[in-house]
């Protein structure tokens, strides 16, 4: 993505770092505001005063403050288009469907603390990177390794806000933090691969998105270039049953994560706040006897147990459902520990660090 040093977004008024977002130089809080306007059912309606309606209504204001019909015009006016934009379906066709009548924060803080950060990630990925990547792409979209690897990084921005949130739930500090993130990082990137797949690809039962700007094809020869892109063309050629292994390897990867994993979790995460409870679980998940012991009481199972079947209970569903959870997520450790292997053996054949990038 293309950007330039901080100046002044022509959108809002606000200094900040620009980069080219669906189509037009803005800053991350106009691009965000763009995306969400794009998703609403009912349109903006003008507030027809100087005040709000001005450029620097958000900077003086606050977003807000500010209207929102003229901000969208703005960004439409710089040339701001939904045609630049990733692919989304409509809220009414998301499998991940939003509950309004669960339990506010003080009944279920950690649930609903982790909803509401699954919602600013979306939003933070989807506007971040809005270029389509893909295995059977061509040109500058198709997802070289190095792409996937680079594309990587803002899941990482979205795994560190789900640690923030746990932490300010849970009273853990930054040491704890970035241990966690160290041990869970495949655990996290297997479950929102799961979570992104099944909002973005609700037909192309050949593909999977690993967020919803990229994706991989369920295909030998597709995943054969993919993978071949890290290297020199003659190094690839000149170990050909290593290369194959490895081809091998990931394609086994993503056969399970988009035919076992996916229909087996379609049934069980039906809310925002199971994918929320599948999130908490999975860093639960990764969490060692010393680390607990070293900084503190951390939260346990038995605590998403209980905000979960309060959740059940309300939402009139089966309370069993926790068991296909914890299942489910069993799964995905599989599918985390499958990707982890397949990059250190990646390494190996590369004969380079790639985790050092993530």
């Not at 020869?221 to 049953?241: H, M, Y």
């Not at 397949?342 to 660090?353: A, G, K, N, P, Y």
Request: aromatic letters at 10%; charged letters at 20%.
């Amino acid at each position: 993505m293309e950007s330039t040093p901080t100046t002044e977004c022509a959108i809002c008024g606000n200094k900040d770092w620009l980069n080219i977002r669906y189509g037009a130089w803005s800053c991350a809080a106009c691009s965000v505001f763009f995306q969400r306007s794009l998703r609403r059912a009912s349109p903006y309606v003008c507030e027809n005063d100087p005040n709000t309606c001005g450029k620097f209504s958000v900077r003086d204001l606050k977003a807000h403050g500010a209207c929102k019909k003229c901000r969208l015009d703005r960004c439409l006016k710089q040339g701001m288009r939904m045609r630049n934009t990733v692919p989304l379906v409509t809220r009414t066709d998301v499998a991940i469907v939003r509950m309004t009548n669960s339990s506010g924060k003080e009944e279920m803080p950690l649930i609903s603390g982790m909803v509401s950060t699954l919602r600013m990630a979306y939003d933070y990925i989807t506007s971040s990177t809005d270029v389509l990547y893909g295995t059977s792409e061509r040109g500058n979209n198709f997802l070289s390794f190095s792409k996937s690897v680079n594309l990587f990084s803002h899941k990482i921005v979205i795994f560190k806000m789900v640690l923030n949130e746990l932490a300010n739930v849970c009273g853990f500090n930054e040491d704890l933090k970035s241990e966690l993130l160290k041990n869970a990082i495949f655990t996290l990137n297997a479950v929102f691969t799961l979570h992104y797949n099944m909002i973005v690809n609700t037909t192309n039962e050949k593909r999977l998105y690993r967020a919803p700007n990229n994706y991989h094809d369920v295909d030998v020869d597709k995943l054969a270039v993919f993978i071949a892109s890290a290297a020199d063309p003659a190094f690839v050629a000149s170990r050909q049953t290593e290369f194959r292994t490895l081809v091998n390897e990931y394609l086994s990867t993503v056969t399970y994560e988009r035919y076992i994993i996916h229909p087996s979790a379609v049934e069980v995460l039906q809310s925002e706040q199971d994918i929320a409870a599948l999130v908490v679980i999975a860093v639960l998940g990764v969490c060692k006897k010393h680390m607990i012991e070293k900084y503190g009481k951390l939260t346990n199972l038995q605590r998403v147990w209980k905000e979960m079947d309060l959740f059940y209970k309300q939402a009139k569903r089966n309370p069993e459902t926790w068991g296909n959870l914890i299942l489910l997520h069993s799964s995905i450790a599989t599918a985390a520990n499958s990707v982890a292997k397949f990059i250190l053996d990646t390494e190996r054949f590369l004969q380079t660090d790639i985790s050092d990038r993530f």
